[in-house]
């Protein structure tokens, strides 16, 4: 198999209001079956997900927590707003997002923003993702499948990698139940997070800072299906048991 | 930037003495700056890092553990030899292997395997790493970086993804402490882990069951560095607040 990643280059600053299909088509042209993966960041900032810190009124919890961290407490409060659960409190904010997304500062973001501006996650990215998807099919006839990218830390390693936020056109994993090995063994590994093993190198080929490209085309996996699949890669709360350790 | 993904194919099974850098050279030809992944079962399995479950003798723990399980005692034994701390015993064992990596059963595993057999993880993924990139330079006088990848679970979501487990010729994380993004704001994002972003979409283009193919070379990310610096990617066990978590 011979898969090609390329940047969408050249890509301008992003506004609320603009319409990230069509930045994109204008500077690659698409094919049936890749995928796109765009940084969370443009998708925000194109729907206005972006708030004024000077406009924010902590709440007391948020000033407790900011003091805890020596943060701005209007940050702090624009991260509680965002959230339903916290699990860490210092040394950094992880939280649970409504959608049941666990990430640090709930995804609100203060880099590649104005400062005094921040940005949050957009408000349902697997419909950003389903839009952007049919605006491709109406333009250009082409099956793509569509996914968020943002960067996440993680247990016991060093380092942030991209991650699946939402999707459209693509399955969230990969089912090899019931398939067998080599010698006809039954897999023990059964399900592969594909959209976060692809999130994570296109999150590599975006770099960060002001060389950063915010899209990204993975060409020739194959992957596309017709559905919205995201929340089946949020893992029950109940089963998880990494959360249950963290609300002890 | 523009970077290819490819899969070494019609690779044989492996066996103890295999030399797997003659068996993908001469499958593939590879350039400076490639990027070689190779599943860490291939690795173990040239390496004889193969026991057969009738030559096990459970201890009384691995016996213990095995009933809450419903495991094979035998299996649970290897599991604890190759571990230096169980931080889940059930539903499933999650330990902490001598370096540090936190994975599910030590990386035991009963895939690609005869029955009745267990294939552990390489005794040192990097020094293997680095052995198959000095017979690579030595061969070709190619100079390319080599990552081991395991396929790992993870908290909060569903799915497995390829992790690296060891590496040679490349650092561990990008590091963009104090990079500016596009409006001059110093980046909140310091540390990518690169080596896990390569080794989950290897992990992808690998496969599971009796189609996968063991070994995939990416192009064009020029990342190759004159380094062993897996260790950087673990987390210091006293900062890991999950870890923590786990261990009240």
Chains 1, 2 share one sequence.
């Not at 900011?66 to 659960?85: G, Q």
């Not at 649970?96 to 973001?109: I, K, Q, S, Y």
């Not at 491709?136 to 830390?153: F, K, L, P, Q, W």
């Not at 093993?197 to 800072?209: H, K, Q, R, S, Y």
Request: with cysteine; charged share 30%; proline share 3%.
């Amino acid at each position: 198999m011979r898969v090609e990643v390329f940047t969408v280059d050249d890509m301008p600053r992003i506004n609320e209001g603009d319409d990230l299909a069509r930045l994109i088509l204008e500077r690659v042209r698409l094919e049936d079956n890749d995928i796109l993966a765009i940084a969370s960041s443009v998708v925000a900032k194109a729907e206005g997900r972006v708030r004024n810190l000077s406009e924010i009124t902590p709440s007391a919890e948020a000033y407790r927590i900011s003091r805890k961290l020596d943060e701005d407490p209007r940050f702090v409060e624009a991260v509680l707003e965002e959230s339903c659960e916290i699990l860490i409190e210092s040394p950094f904010i992880l939280v649970r997002r409504p959608d049941g997304h666990v990430c640090v500062n709930a995804g609100v973001d203060r880099s590649n923003i104005e400062e005094g501006k921040i940005i949050l996650l957009p408000r349902d990215p697997s419909a950003s993702a389903a839009r952007i998807r049919s605006r491709i099919y109406e333009s250009t006839g082409r099956r793509v499948s569509v996914i968020i990218t943002d960067t996440n830390g993680r247990a016991f390693r060093v380092g942030q990698t991209g991650l699946a936020i939402g999707t459209s056109g693509i399955s969230s994993t990969r089912n090899w139940v019931g398939l067998r090995d080599l010698f006809g063994n039954v897999l023990t590994i059964t399900n592969e997070a594909i959209i976060d093993e692809i999130a994570g190198f296109a999150n590599l080929m975006m770099g960060e800072g002001d060389g950063g490209t915010p899209a990204v085309v993975i060409r020739g996996l194959s992957l596309f299906e017709d559905v919205d699949a995201f929340h089946e890669i949020i893992r029950d709360e109940h089963e998880d048991m990494i959360l249950r350790a963290l609300r002890r």
